[in-house]
């Protein structure tokens, strides 16, 4: 069992940067493709991006390419989500999970995180 754990959301006025972290408490994490979903309200939970297990191959959606960068760390079982010139449509939970190896979706994910809210202010 993985137990994602987010951190680093908040309020952040658009145009600033904000940095979500995960960290999943167990020495399995290595083998688990990780990623990001975000969740606004009256939506569907989207994906946002993922990073496969050896962090060699990344995916972004269209909404947020160019904007977010996502990372991992595999020692320290952490993956990163840096969020840079955020505007109002990023106001959401963001989600961190885990599950399959190369990449994961909302439809594969296994283990989710409990969720951070990030909330972008005019």
């Known amino acids: 069992q993985v137990e994602p754990v987010e951190s680093g959301g908040g309020l952040v006025q658009a145009g600033g940067s904000l940095r979500l972290s995960c960290v999943a408490s167990s020495r399995t994490f290595s083998r688990f493709a990780m990623g990001w979903f975000r969740q606004a309200p009256g939506k569907e939970r989207e994906f946002v991006s993922s990073i496969s297990w050896d962090g060699g191959s990344t995916r972004y959606a269209d909404s947020v390419k160019g904007r977010f960068t996502i990372s991992r760390d595999n020692a320290k079982n952490t993956v990163y989500l840096q969020m840079n010139s955020l505007g109002l449509g990023d106001t959401a939970v963001y989600y961190c999970?885990?599950?399959?190896?190369?990449?994961?979706?909302?439809?594969?994910?296994?283990?989710w995180g409990q969720g951070t809210q990030v909330t972008v202010s005019s």
């Open positions: 999970a885990a599950g399959g190896t190369i990449t994961v979706s909302v439809n594969t994910a296994v283990y």
